[in-house]
């Protein structure tokens, strides 16, 4: 995957696991340069790694990141935004893009606590980014500009695939894409288990099911076919695969999962 270079210095306030993973997939795509990315950590061992490995500049503070970046990336946990964005706020100018990666930290709680006018674009990542497979939704605060959007894509293209919603639907994307890896993860922890049960071992079973994922995943995206119809590919009249797709929708599968995703939107709007 390789990108345009996009023209302009970032700084990473925080440099946690998602932050190397934009870092990461930032010069792996040649969308930016060692030399164009600063990142401040409080941690000196995550600064430290981050320059041997990459050779970004570790700045000394999160002031010294804005100082030097045109596109500053909030990569800090929800807990802790508030003192943060205390802090950065004399620091940040007319020609700062602000990226906040924090769930949950709406939009006005981010403007609130910058300088009015402050140019903000909110993103909702998720954790496939750590090896350039996320998916992401960004919407933008009310003083972004044309083209603010266009480049906090491009950053978070890196990683991934970047989409543009409405704020109010934040929470939806959430439940879905934000929380979806850990139901993903225990869709193949049952399917694993059901293959040992069956006597197969379970480095056997892992392969594949992962094998199999994946596989199904990619028949989605590129036959261009329905998935109704992809599974009538595999379903024969009286056989294997029509007797287990009976027991999932006696069950209540699809179900299952509507409700899965509509609970972990709605602790997304308590939380936020």
């Known amino acids: 995957m390789t990108a345009a270079p996009l ?3 970032i700084g990473f306030i925080g440099g946690g696991m998602m932050a190397e ?3 990461k997939g930032l010069l792996a795509s040649g969308a ?3 030399g164009r990315i600063l990142v401040f950590d409080p941690s000196p061992e995550r600064s430290t790694h981050l320059r041997a490995a990459y050779g970004v500049t570790a700045a000394a503070s999160n002031a010294e990141v804005l100082a030097g970046a045109d596109v500053a990336v909030l990569a800090v946990k929800p807990q802790v935004i508030a003192p943060v964005l205390a802090e950065i706020a004399p620091a940040v100018t007319d020609r700062h893009l602000v990226i906040s990666i924090a769930a949950g930290v709406r939009l006005a709680a981010l403007e609130a606590a ?4 402050t140019r903000v674009v909110r993103v909702m990542p998720n954790t496939p ?3 350039q497979k996320g998916a992401a939704a960004l919407c933008a605060g009310s003083a972004a500009r044309p083209g603010d959007l266009d480049t906090a894509r491009a950053v978070l293209g890196a990683v991934g695939t970047t989409v543009v ?3 109010r639907l934040m929470d939806a994307v959430t439940g879905l894409s934000g929380s979806g890896p850990a139901y993903v993860f225990a869709f193949v922890e049952g399917l ?3 293959g040992v049960r069956e006597g197969l071992p379970r480095p056997v079973a892992e392969e594949l099911v992962l094998q199999t994922l994946e596989g199904a995943v990619r028949l989605c995206r590129e036959t261009g076919k329905g998935t109704g119809e992809l599974t009538a590919m595999v379903t024969s009249p009286g056989g294997t695969t029509i007797a287990g797709l009976h027991v999932l929708e006696r ?3 699809k179900g299952l999962l509507m409700d899965c995703v509509q609970a972990a939107a709605r602790r997304s709007r308590e939380l936020g």
């Open 192 to 194: 694993v288990n059901a």
């Open 251 to 253: 069950g209540g599968f």
């Open 165 to 167: 919603v409405e704020e």
């Open 114 to 117: 910058l300088p009015p006018g």
């Open 21 to 23: 993973a934009l870092v």
């Open 7 to 9: 023209d302009l210095h």
């Open 129 to 131: 980014a750590l090896v």
């Open 32 to 34: 930016a340069a060692p």
